[in-house]
């Protein structure tokens, strides 16, 4: 299976499409998912077109991960949050339905579950918040 250069992340990186935007560095983008899976849910993508785990090139995957790991700790900072989840899906029997390499990165709470993926569209406002204070959490880290 190739890389498409139309899927929607390629379309956020090149800007024809909105998102929340945390941060981004040379070879990173860090922004809200949409339909999240809790308050705080934001994905983590390399900007070097990779469908998956299974054809990223390993210096862009290690830049990815390095972001989540400072997304991550700004998260649980900015929500208080006591745990995290961390999730990366491949193909579509593994759960992907984007085919641009993202790692979710989920804030967890004593007690509450993840809400079903592919659930409702959260208000832009709300979004544009979070990312806001996540961005603001990185700031102080
Ligand atoms: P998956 O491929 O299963 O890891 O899921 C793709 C994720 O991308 C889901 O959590 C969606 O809510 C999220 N998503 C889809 N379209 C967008 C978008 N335009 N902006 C932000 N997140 C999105």
């Known amino acids: 299976m190739g890389y498409d250069n139309d899927n929607i992340f390629a379309k ?3 800007g024809e499409i909105p998102s929340h935007k945390i941060c981004e560095d040379d070879e990173t ?3 809200m998912d949409i339909m999240p899976r809790g ?14 785990i299974l ?11 390095r972001t989540v790991q400072k997304v991550g700790r700004a998260t649980m900072n900015a929500f208080d949050a006591p745990g995290l989840t961390i999730q990366q899906f ?8 984007v085919f641009h ?3 979710h990165v989920i804030p967890r709470f004593a007690g509450v579950a993840l809400k079903p993926p592919a659930g409702p569209m959260e208000d832009p406002k ?3 918040e979070n ?6 959490a990185l700031e102080v880290a």
């Open 101 to 103: 390499l993202h790692v």
């Open 39 to 52: 308050p705080g849910h934001s994905l983590v993508i390399p900007k070097k077109p990779a469908r998956n």
């Open 55 to 65: 054809d990223v090139d390993p210096a862009s995957l290690a830049a990815v991960m």
């Open 131 to 136: 990312a806001a204070r996540i961005s603001a």
């Open 12 to 14: 956020i990186l090149r």
């Open 29 to 31: 983008f860090a922004f």
């Open 90 to 97: 491949n193909e579509t029997e593994g759960g992907q339905v």
């Open 126 to 128: 709300v979004l544009a």
